[in-house]
């Protein structure tokens, strides 16, 4: 068997069993049990957790390990004692690739999409008790990003290089953009629905903006003082916008969603062109023109005076 159709087994195996967790998951919250949704969920987000630490395991693991402890312990009389340290120094070295921390936050920013995908569509189907179609179609979307995410994170592992490839970077960053819009819708709806402090929605929206770029920087091995400023500048950018939606946006979540990630890539947009030497005033301009032509047919569908009647009233803090 070769290494391409192992992978895409593993990727169709996982998707399988990503359905099935979804559509249980589904089953339990519209059995009115939000109580066994939220821990069966955090049960199920340790299992996909565990499995990357388990692939990125497997690919960078040191062979030999056990060998390498018998010649270093060969002189030791005692048998037991010989056996004990042979023991105690395969596994430690064994282990060694991921207590190593260079090792360790490759592994954690591998950790950041299919987390964000996975945590956001939780919320997604929570906002949407009792539509079921909603949490089905999101229930699709979510397991094919998941799917994806998975089989390149584990081509990544397989081509053992430091900087990912243009092509798996291209469709990761796709992936990326389904992952910013429902972090985003989720987020909005959660403090809206449950009248939260807007505080909730400007740190959530500021924290995904800067791991989904910072994992981009990680791919490209481009983590700079410079970059991460530049990040964070960014990142601050969607905070304000989404208190701005907040504030001024209809019931529509969706909508909103759509748009803030059409800020999001925007700004991304240029700044990749930037990381790749290859931003003109040309690729800036047509960036913003998309950009302004999606913001443009929202603004057309969206009524901004329809609001839930009786729920929040969010103003602005410098009005």
């Known amino acids: 068997m070769t290494q391409r159709t192992h992978t895409i087994m593993y990727a169709v195996l996982n998707a399988l069993v990503t359905v099935?967790?979804?559509?249980?998951?589904?089953?339990?919250?519209?059995?009115?049990?939000?109580?066994?949704?939220?821990?069966?969920?955090?049960?199920?987000?340790l299992f996909f957790v565990f499995q990357i630490i388990l692939l990125y395991d497997l690919h960078f693991k040191e062979s030999g390990s056990l060998s390498r402890a018998r010649r270093l312990h060969e002189s030791v009389p005692h048998r037991m004692q010989r056996s004990w340290k042979i023991f105690s120094s395969a596994f430690q070295d064994r282990l060694q690739h991921l207590l190593n921390w260079r090792y360790l936050k490759r592994w954690l920013s591998y950790?950041?999409?299919?987390?964000?995908?996975?945590?956001?569509s939780m919320g997604i189907f929570y906002l949407n008790f009792g539509f079921p179609k909603i949490q089905q179609i999101f229930a699709l979307l979510s397991s094919m990003a998941i799917f994806v995410a998975l089989f390149y994170i584990k081509e990544i592992f397989s081509r053992g290089k430091l900087v990912v490839d243009k092509d798996i970077f291209v469709v990761l960053s796709v992936v990326k953009i389904y992952a910013s819009a429902i972090a985003f819708g989720a987020s909005l709806?959660?403090?809206?629905?449950?009248?939260?402090?807007?505080?909730?929605?400007?740190?959530?929206?500021f924290c995904f903006t800067f791991l989904l770029i910072f994992q981009a920087l990680f791919q490209y091995g481009l983590i700079q003082a410079k970059n991460l400023a530049i990040t964070?500048?960014?990142?601050?950018?969607?905070?304000?916008?989404s208190y701005l939606v907040l504030v001024f946006w209809g019931y529509n979540y969706f909508t909103a969603a759509v748009f803030l990630t059409a800020c999001y890539n925007s700004m991304w947009g240029i700044f990749h062109h930037q990381l790749d030497k290859t931003l003109t005033f040309q690729a800036a301009l047509e960036i913003l023109v998309i950009s302004l032509i999606i913001a443009g047919m929202l603004f057309g569908v969206t009524n901004f005076k329809a609001k839930i009647l009786g729920g929040c009233e969010y103003r602005l803090a410098f009005k």
Do not use: D, H, K
């Open 189 to 205: 709806e959660l403090v809206r629905s449950n009248c939260l402090n807007q505080w909730y929605l400007i740190l959530a929206v």
């Open 20 to 45: 099935g967790v979804f559509e249980g998951l589904i089953a339990i919250l519209n059995l009115n049990q939000p109580e066994i949704f939220a821990q069966t969920a955090f049960f199920v987000g």
């Open 111 to 120: 950790l950041i999409l299919p987390g964000i995908i996975y945590w956001s």
């Open 232 to 241: 964070l500048f960014i990142a601050t950018i969607m905070a304000f916008i």
